[in-house]
């Protein structure tokens, strides 16, 4: 009965938004530069509704911020370690560039075979027994074993535990540019400049996609904000690039500057990674989980990646508790700016999650009745913002913002990415998203900027 409730409210404040949509674009001025809270908002709001439209600027999402493109993804020289790739024309050109094999030596630092499979199978052993991370466990999930580990391991023909990094059953699917979150309080201190990522579809034994997303976050290091604007123009000259070998080179010679050996000397392994992350549904329930590099104190060996809390995201017992409706409302103003950092503790309790995992209509709010503990836009952006909310109800996603792909199909991508004008959340709230173009308004901004100006933005803590 409450959810026949909860769906008729959610009709009728549909019916209400189409009446006065017309009325409400018309009223709306979206001018090219907008106002200064106007452009302030692209920094530090997910809301579209009052982009300034920026229409002579020149880039290109598809080339330059997200890029999902065939001739990209199975680019069979970059993406695969095939004898029958013909050679580039263009440099640099390295064969596996963009492959899980070839990224993960810049991972751990190390080209050693057995080394690379030994911390990879590491990794990927934590999801054999459970794990306790900041007193949030994550029970065993003993099917990452059996449909990813084991036909990994016999796939070069021989069960010996070594892992061929040549036949890792990743697949990529897109390319990512992520200059929106530079001077991002939420991965690290000081200037950067963003991130770039890959993200990989898992594979089947026989090849076909299965329900698990591997992403690898890499931060885009930066002294000032020189080489903040250095990076955006390198991202941007892309857009003016034809679709081919040409463009290839020139991004990878972008992704070799964050994803090789010793591309970011301070950080573990020498590696610029920020975090992986993964959005699985091998087994119930849906899981997204986080790791990080974390030098082991036992080992004189490359750090490996452990298990990490979630960003921004609280442990699932704390959903509709007095906790929650108590941190939400002490941190309002940071989490309405966007500024906010789930604590590991609040009040004592240990408070972020070790790992997120949540149903199609996951909704961060406080005790019940729904609705009433925290002032919704407060409950809304905290639970955006999280990895079971953004992944979930707040944005009307199906779990996954990229969707695995087979041979041959390029991604599809969530409407949060590409334009959900009419999003209505669980107390009825309306939002309007599309992230893709938020970020191309935000470059368009950055690449118009002086230092003074980048040096004058506000940080922001975004996680996804």
């Known amino acids: 009965m409450l959810s026949s409730l909860r769906l008729h409210a959610r ?13 409400l674009f018309a009223a709306t001025m979206r001018t090219e530069d907008g106002t200064a809270e106007d452009q302030l908002k692209v920094r530090t709001s997910r809301d579209v509704s009052t982009l ?40 640099p ?33 934590q999801w054999h027994s459970p794990q306790t991370i900041n007193g949030d466990t994550s029970p065993a999930r003993p099917n990452i074993k059996t449909l990813v580990v084991d036909p990994w391991d016999l796939a070069d023909g021989q069960d010996d535990d070594v892992l061929d990094m040549t036949l890792a059953p990743l697949r ?77 080179a020139a991004l990878q010679e972008i992704t070799d500057r964050f994803a090789s050996i010793g591309a970011s000397p301070a950080k573990p392994n020498g590696s610029a990674l920020n975090q992986l992350r993964t959005n699985e549904f091998l087994t119930s329930p849906w899981e997204l989980r986080e790791f990080r590099l974390q030098p082991d104190p036992g080992s004189l060996g490359p750090a490996p990646l452990l298990q990490f809390t979630v960003a921004q995201t ?11 409706a108590n941190y939400a409302n002490a941190n309002a103003s940071a989490i309405l700016n966007n500024q906010h950092i789930v604590p590991l503790t609040w009040n004592g309790v240990a408070f972020r999650g070790g790992r997120s995992h949540h ?18 836009d407060v409950r809304h952006n905290l639970s955006l913002n999280t990895c079971n909310g953004c992944h979930g109800g707040e944005t009307d996603t199906v779990f996954k913002h990229v969707e695995p792909r087979a041979a041959g199909q390029e991604a599809q991508l969530s409407a949060f990415l590409t334009g959900n004008p009419l999003s209505i959340d669980m107390c009825n709230g309306i939002h309007s998203f599309g992230d893709i173009e938020r970020r191309r308004v935000d470059l368009c901004q950055l690449l118009a900027k002086s230092c003074s100006q980048v040096e004058a933005e506000p940080s922001i803590s975004f996680a996804h």
């Open 172 to 248: 990529l699917l897109a390319i990512v540019s992520r200059l929106d979150l530079r001077q991002n309080s939420g991965y690290s201190a000081g200037v950067t400049a963003g991130e770039g990522r890959f993200v990989f579809g898992v594979l089947r034994s026989n090849g076909q996609p299965s329900e698990f997303v591997v992403i690898l976050e890499y931060g885009l290091d930066a002294a000032d904000c020189s080489e903040v604007l250095d990076w955006a123009r390198s991202w941007h000259s892309l857009g003016s690039i034809p679709s081919g070998d040409r463009y290839n």
């Open 93 to 125: 050109a390295t064969q596996g560039a963009w492959t899980f094999g070839r990224l993960a030596e810049g991972i751990f630092g190390t080209t050693d075979p057995q080394e690379l499979s030994d911390l990879t199978l590491r990794w990927l052993g």
């Open 314 to 324: 609280p442990a699932n017992g704390h959903q509709r508790s007095a906790l929650l």
């Open 359 to 376: 149903a199609l209509d996951f909704n961060w709010d406080g005790p019940p009745p729904a609705c009433t503990s925290i002032r919704n």
């Open 11 to 23: 009709v009728v404040t549909m019916l209400a938004v189409l009446a006065v949509t017309a009325t």
């Open 52 to 91: 300034p439209l920026k229409s002579k600027c020149t880039v290109v999402p598809r080339k330059e911020l997200f890029i999902t493109d065939l001739s990209v993804v199975e680019d069979c020289y970059r993406t695969t370690w095939r004898n029958d790739c013909p050679q580039p024309a263009y440099q």
